[in-house]
């Protein structure tokens, strides 16, 4: 690891203008590529103190050995330059886009004496029309079917094309109208290009024109009598027009643009490119990147530009770019977008009406692309064994983590305050494994706390387990510890614990060393190999502090803060930093946000549940229709809290008994403090209030705390 300051460049000589730098590691290789408005000031924020510096440009400035700048005249200049560049060298720590798949072309080759169309991956060649990206091959060969009816272009291969031109026979498309065939000069060369032409006229969105025209024709040919003409004229524009459907219309017609979303998060990120001609989608494409190097949305965003038109020209670029997010500074990129295709370039932001809403489209795609992308990254085995052996390295365990336990405490500004357990077993997810807490402990805001309660009670049941029987025995009813004893599972249903498997009941001869009587798994019942807490050292302290009070020292504790992916170790001051590219902290990441999203949710609907907490939910045997038909006969809980036992009585359902309750529970409630109308400002009365009330989301909850809640936060 090198020291920075061992080739730091003076201050004097790192000039104050455009261009474009590169770090060299020792071996001279370039590891990374960058541009800067001034490179005097860019230079200097790498050489500050290292402490100060994110860990993914720490990792860089220690790997590289000497750096290096080439000065330019503009800041266009520069952003070629370093397009060039990392072309050229591929350097290991700046943003590289790869592409989910190879992306398939419709192509026609332009540069040809016969013009040919068919379907093209790979690098572009010059003089060939392109069209696309599409997603499937077959999806190109479809329209192709459909347009040859109406422009017989030449698809064969070079070999077929001088074969039929040797035997003077052209192929089965020849004799059945879907070829001109100009390899047996049934049409001239001139003649074929002119068909290629209007292929491509076609396909680039002018439509209108070749429809109108087959109509006139189709009416001509009709008042001549030539009715078998105008039949296939007819089917002709059925073919178009059946073309034409594949792509849906988006935009106005005469839209040209590519809109370009991205989804990301700490480790990752998700690009994905609607490409809009003629107000309809043509193609789409996306990319997966690592991010290995400290970067904004925006830079992102500038990355994606410089590979998607870094080798086009022309038409190629189109007169619009929308972006979720613009580079900083934006002029260059855009003077440069301009230069690529000869006219001016609009990039920015879409702020309403169908590009916005087409946008929102692109943004979904991205989400499920990165989605995707990691539900394949994880469920491959190999990728999984690398992450858990990464981590024992990382940590110093003695073997792999194959059980690991993940907490997180979420609360909204000291209310409501819960806990989450998450399992992975062998890099996946055990939902059925999955456990809530509530922290009855204490009132507040205070998460180490709640920290160390969590864990004393998750573990204080596994120790209990052991002693009843030797070896695995059940503890005190999980109620009494105000754990979520229903096995909610992460998408909030009620799940049954799956077997622990043959492994897990070596030992005991009965078999039924790890299930209850009713056959189900028994709670908390199996360890695991390592416990990570959401939260840096005070939280990873409270833990370990748990485990430590009762006797635990066989179990790992780890943290992982979220500012900076830092992995906190007990005891120690300096935290463990993975790689940006390791599968280990890719996997940490996924179970510590597992948890924080299980957390959340059990928060929210904990807190929906307290807005719409009403006193007649005391009343034992009161269900929510009798509640519902009570308020409905009333009007209000005022008027319900004053009416007598007769006259509650009188309610279809609710018998004197229940109605006896009724009172009761009024009575004994307080009265809830006067609503205000946070939009007028107005005291509500209580017939405005007191009536059940569909609150929809738990975002939104209806009640007198509403303004308040809405300006919390939620951890």
Known sequence: MADPSSYRPKPGQIPDSPGVYKFRDEHRRVIYVGKAKSLRQRLASYFQDLAGLHPRTRTMVTTAASVEWTVVSTEVEALQLEYSWIKEYDPRFNVKYRDDKSYPYLAVTMNEEFPRVQVMRGHKRKGVRYFGPYGHAWAIRDTVDLLLRVFPVRTCSAGVFKNAARTDRPCLLGYIGKCSAPCVGRVSDEEHRELAEEFCDFMAGRTGTYIRRLEQQMTDAAEEMEYERAARLRDDIEALKKAMEKNAVVLADATDADLMAVAEDELEAAVQIFHVRGGRVRGQRGWVTDKVEAVTTGDLVEHALQQLYGEETGDSVPKEVLVPALPDPVEPVQEWLTERRGSNVSLRIPQRGDKKALMETVQRNALQALGLHKTKRASDLTTRSRALEEIAGALDLDSAPLRIECYDI????????????????????????????????????????????????????????????????????????????????????????????????????????????????????????????????????????????????????????????????????????????????YL????????????????????????????????????????????????????????????????????????????????????????????????????????????????????????????????
């Open 410 to 585: 979420s609360h909204l500004q000291g209310d409501d305050v819960v806990a989450s357990m998450v399992v992975f077993e062998d890099g996946l997810q055990r939902k059925s494994e999955y456990r809530r807490f509530q922290i009855k402990g204490f009132e507040g805001q205070d998460d180490v706390r709640s920290m160390h309660e969590v864990i004393t009670r998750r573990f204080r049941r596994y120790l209990a387990e052991k002693e009843r029987t030797g070896e695995w025995t059940d503890g005190e009813d999980a109620s009494s510890d105000g754990i979520s004893s229903d096995g909610a599972s992460a998408d909030g249903t009620s799940t049954e614990s799956a077997p622990l498997g043959n492994a897990a009941l070596e030992g005991d001869t009965t078999g039924n060393a790890f299930t209850e009587e009713d056959g189900r798994p028994k709670r908390f019942a199996y360890p695991p190999q390592l416990v990570v807490v959401d939260g840096g050292q005070p939280q990873v302290a409270a833990a370990k502090r748990a485990l430590d009070e009762l006797g635990i020292d066989d179990i790992a504790v780890c943290g992982l803060a979220k500012r900076l992916e830092e992995v906190w170790l007990p005891h120690e001051d300096d935290p463990v930093v993975l790689p940006r590219t390791s599968e280990g902290l």
């Open 588 to 715: 940490l990441q996924r179970v510590r946000d597992e948890a924080h999203r299980f957390a959340i949710t059990y928060q929210r609907t904990k807190r929906a549940k307290r807005f719409k907490a009403s006193p007649l939910d005391e009343v034992p045997g009161l269900g929510e229709t009798r509640k519902q038909a009570l308020i409905k006969h009333f009007g209000s809980v005022k008027k319900l809290r004053s009416a007598t036992i007769d006259q509650i009585c009188e309610v279809p359902g609710i018998g004197r008994k229940t109605a006896e309750a009724v009172a009761v529970a009024l009575a004994q409630a307080a009265p809830a403090a006067p609503a205000v109308n946070t939009a007028t400002g107005e005291i509500m009365e209580d017939e405005e209030v007191g009536a059940p009330v569909d609150t929809g989301s738990p975002e939104e909850p209806v009640s007198t705390g509403a303004s308040h809640e809405r300006r919390g936060q939620e951890t």
